[in-house]
Nanobody, 127 residues
Framework: ESRLVESGGGLVQPGGSLKLSCLTS????????MYWVRQAPGKGLEWVSS????????EYADSVQGRFSISRDNYKEMVFLQMDNLKPEDTAVYYC????????????????????RGQGTQVTVSS
């Protein structure tokens, strides 16, 4: 059974940085695209970033472009999200997600597909 475990969240002041990690197991990690999505209080899931199976292709939501950086380590079967210049609007639970291809509708698919995301890690940006 696939497993994804996020870590690295916490409380940070505006302008600060955090690095999220996602440790995975139970599936062929190097064959999957990996995603970060988030859910702010009272809001739906929002796609944040994607990385191809090789790591050569990365994509970002406009709201985080230039501030966040996604990466992966296929040997350790981990994916990371470096978050810099954090803003209060980045406050959310962050989830890592696995999918075998580049999927523009990943947020919709998460809702109906079991065992593709972790339990999440809370990021709070506040002074």
């Amino acid at each position: 059974e696939s497993r994804l475990v996020e870590s690295g969240g916490g409380l940070v002041q505006p302008g600060g940085s955090l690095k999220l990690s996602c440790l995975t197991s139970g599936f062929s990690f190097s064959h999957y695209w990996m995603y970060w999505v988030r859910q702010a209080p009272g809001k739906g899931l929002e796609w944040v970033s994607s990385i191809s199976s090789s790591g050569r292709t990365t994509e970002y939501a406009d709201s985080v472009q230039g501030r966040f950086s996604i990466s992966r380590d296929n040997y350790k079967e981990m994916v990371f999200l470096q978050m810099d210049n954090l803003k209060p609007e980045d406050t959310a639970v962050y989830y890592c997600v696995r999918w075998p291809s580049n999927e523009p509708n990943i947020v919709q698919l998460i809702a109906t597909t079991p065992n593709v995301r972790g339990q999440g890690t809370q990021v709070t940006v506040s002074s």
